[in-house]
């Protein structure tokens, strides 16, 4: 099937790399990632998600330690804060792959990270309005 002169538009450029240019996408056709900020891809279940909602996890002399703020030096990984996710992370040996750290690395730290965090979640009253 043929397509006419119009749908393919003209070329940019002529020879070997001639290419057409590219559509410019309009603001409502735009990714949802924008509008929530950066978006960073979980080591333990591969699916992407806004970076304030998911752990950075750095290599401190062989342990690996929960950034909280989010601004130690190095290389980090990306981790819900969910211990299924950290399960599936070390069974696969992601962090050693995402971090470029040879040898074995001990997830203690964040596991105890997540049962806290797990551990506030549950004492923490369900209604904010209750405590006043």
Same mark, same amino acid.
């Given at each position: 099937? !043929? *397509? +006419? =002169?119009?749908? #393919?538009?003209?070329? &940019?450029?002529?020879?070997?790399?001639?290419?057409?240019?590219?559509?410019?996408?309009?603001?409502?056709?735009?990714?949802?990632?924008?509008?929530?900020?950066?978006?960073?891809?979980?080591?333990?279940?591969?699916?992407?998600? !806004? *970076? +304030? =909602?998911?752990? #950075?996890?750095?290599? &401190?002399?062989?342990?690996?330690?929960?950034?909280?703020?989010?601004?130690?030096?190095?290389?980090?990984?990306?981790?819900?804060?969910?211990?299924?996710?950290l399960e599936l992370a070390t069974r696969r040996r992601?962090?050693g792959r995402a971090l470029r750290h040879a040898g074995?690395?001990?997830?203690?730290?964040?596991?105890?990270?997540?049962?806290?965090?797990?551990?506030?979640?549950?004492?923490?009253?369900?209604?904010?309005?209750?405590?006043?």
């Open positions: 099937m !043929a *397509r +006419s =002169s119009t749908e #393919r538009g003209r070329l &940019v450029a002529a020879g070997r790399r001639a290419r057409h240019p590219s559509p410019v996408e309009p603001a409502a056709q735009r990714p949802l990632a924008d509008a929530r900020g950066p978006v960073r891809t979980c080591v333990g279940c591969r699916s992407t998600d !806004a *970076r +304030s =909602s998911l752990l #950075r996890v750095v290599v &401190v002399r062989d342990l690996l330690v929960v950034d909280v703020a989010r601004s130690m030096p190095g290389r980090g990984a990306w981790l819900h804060p969910d211990p299924g996710c992601a962090f074995p690395l001990d997830a203690a730290v964040v596991a105890e990270h997540l049962a806290a965090i797990d551990q506030e979640h549950r004492t923490a009253p369900a209604d904010p309005a209750s405590t006043v």
